[in-house]
């Protein structure tokens, strides 16, 4: 297995890095740190020689980055190794995702609030848009509940096969497992077609959320199913607080900045508003599962 993780000096950042290390990953399982480096450039030097850094920032970086492996080392478990990339962190971090096929990119979370987060922007919820692989985002120190939010789309089904794959890393957690019926809404593609019931059926959804915690249940874990109606971003928060859940587990349909813009996106808005850490199940899964890959696009609801 192959984790990314995004790399600077906060506090959040190294909670992110013990985080991954305190858990039980697949045996040879290599962990990238990656920090992000935005040179300033000397313009004098530049009209003189075309391009200088004229900051210390990368130095600074690698004295970062070798202090968090030591988070590693100190466990001898997993294969660990730093990298520096140049540009903004949110594409640094894709690119680093991308080219090592990773299956899981984590990060730490500083909990700007929406509003900020809406204005500056956040690399986790660009991870989010932009990830090829799962996108975990870090805000509590360890996990001792975890919910799933499923509404029956191929990335959402595909989280029990995707925790299989992942060994012990959250083996033995409770789970919660809830299905929204979104008040006025629509089913969501893929699912039924224009003569199938209302998604305000909550039976459809104790149906969907019943299937995932039956698979759950299968492959080892202890879960319960529930449906819920009314707006899914802001039912799952709910949910996840009642349940005392520290980490929030749900899909993405992958769309892009300037759709979810228009449109929203229930995986950026729990990510805005929940406490807890967060998991999206993103992109192609490249983990394996028993050998079996798992590939969303396959993963079609019956």
Same mark, same amino acid.
């Given at each position: 297995m192959r984790i990314v993780i995004g790399i600077d000096e906060s506090a959040e950042a190294e909670q992110a890095c013990w985080f991954v290390a305190d858990r039980t990953w697949p045996p040879g399982t290599k962990v990238t740190l990656v920090a992000a480096h935005m040179p300033r450039v000397e313009w004098a030097s530049y009209a003189a020689v075309g391009f200088e850094v004229a900051d210390d920032r990368g130095a600074e970086l690698e004295a970062i980055l070798d202090r968090r492996a030591d988070i590693f080392r100190r466990s001898g478990t997993l294969g660990i190794e730093t990298d520096i990339g140049i540009g903004p962190a949110g594409d640094v971090l894709v690119e680093a995702a991308t080219d090592r096929h990773a299956d899981l990119v984590a990060v730490g979370n500083r909990r700007r609030g929406p509003l900020t987060s809406a204005i500056l922007g956040s690399v986790s919820a660009y991870l989010v848009d932009h990830a090829p692989c799962?996108?975990?985002?870090?805000?509590?120190?360890?996990?001792?509940?975890?919910?799933?939010?499923?509404?029956?789309?191929?990335?959402?089904?595909?989280?029990?096969?995707?925790?299989?794959?992942?060994?012990? #890393?959250?083996?033995? &957690?409770?789970?919660?497992?809830? @299905? /929204?019926?979104?008040?006025? %809404?629509?089913? +969501?593609?893929?699912? !039924?077609?224009?003569?199938?019931?209302?998604?305000?059926?909550?039976?459809?959804?104790?149906?969907?959320?019943?299937?995932?915690?039956?698979?759950?249940?299968?492959?080892?874990?202890?879960?319960?199913?529930?449906?819920?109606?009314?707006?899914?971003?802001?039912?799952?928060?709910?949910?996840?607080?009642?349940?005392?859940?520290?980490?929030?587990?749900?899909?993405?349909?992958?769309?892009?900045?300037?759709?979810?813009?228009?449109?929203?996106?229930? #995986?950026?808005?729990? &990510?805005?508003?929940?406490?807890? @850490? /967060?998991?999206?199940?993103? %992109?192609?899964? +490249?983990?394996?599962? !028993?050998?079996?890959?798992?590939?969303?696009?396959?993963?079609?609801?019956?």
């Amino acid at each position: 297995m192959r984790i990314v993780i995004g790399i600077d000096e906060s506090a959040e950042a190294e909670q992110a890095c013990w985080f991954v290390a305190d858990r039980t990953w697949p045996p040879g399982t290599k962990v990238t740190l990656v920090a992000a480096h935005m040179p300033r450039v000397e313009w004098a030097s530049y009209a003189a020689v075309g391009f200088e850094v004229a900051d210390d920032r990368g130095a600074e970086l690698e004295a970062i980055l070798d202090r968090r492996a030591d988070i590693f080392r100190r466990s001898g478990t997993l294969g660990i190794e730093t990298d520096i990339g140049i540009g903004p962190a949110g594409d640094v971090l894709v690119e680093a995702a991308t080219d090592r096929h990773a299956d899981l990119v984590a990060v730490g979370n500083r909990r700007r609030g929406p509003l900020t987060s809406a204005i500056l922007g956040s690399v986790s919820a660009y991870l989010v848009d932009h990830a090829p692989c799962p996108v975990l985002v870090v805000r509590q120190p360890s996990v001792t509940r975890m919910l799933v939010a499923t509404d029956g789309t191929a990335s959402s089904r595909s989280i029990p096969r995707v925790l299989a794959a992942w060994g012990s #890393a959250f083996r033995g &957690l409770p789970v919660e497992v809830v @299905s /929204v019926a979104p008040r006025g %809404g629509i089913l +969501p593609v893929g699912i !039924g077609g224009e003569d199938d019931p209302e998604v305000e059926d909550l039976a459809f959804h104790r149906e969907i959320a019943e299937q995932v915690a039956g698979e759950l249940s299968e492959l080892g874990w202890q879960s319960a199913a529930i449906a819920r109606a009314g707006e899914p971003e802001k039912v799952i928060v709910e949910a996840g607080r009642d349940w005392g859940a520290d980490l929030i587990v749900t899909g993405s349909r992958g769309i892009g900045t300037l759709h979810r813009i228009l449109t929203g996106s229930v #995986a950026h808005d729990v &990510l805005l508003h929940s406490r807890s @850490s /967060v998991l999206v199940i993103r %992109g192609q899964v +490249p983990a394996t599962a !028993g050998g079996v890959r798992v590939e969303l696009g396959a993963l079609a609801p019956s």
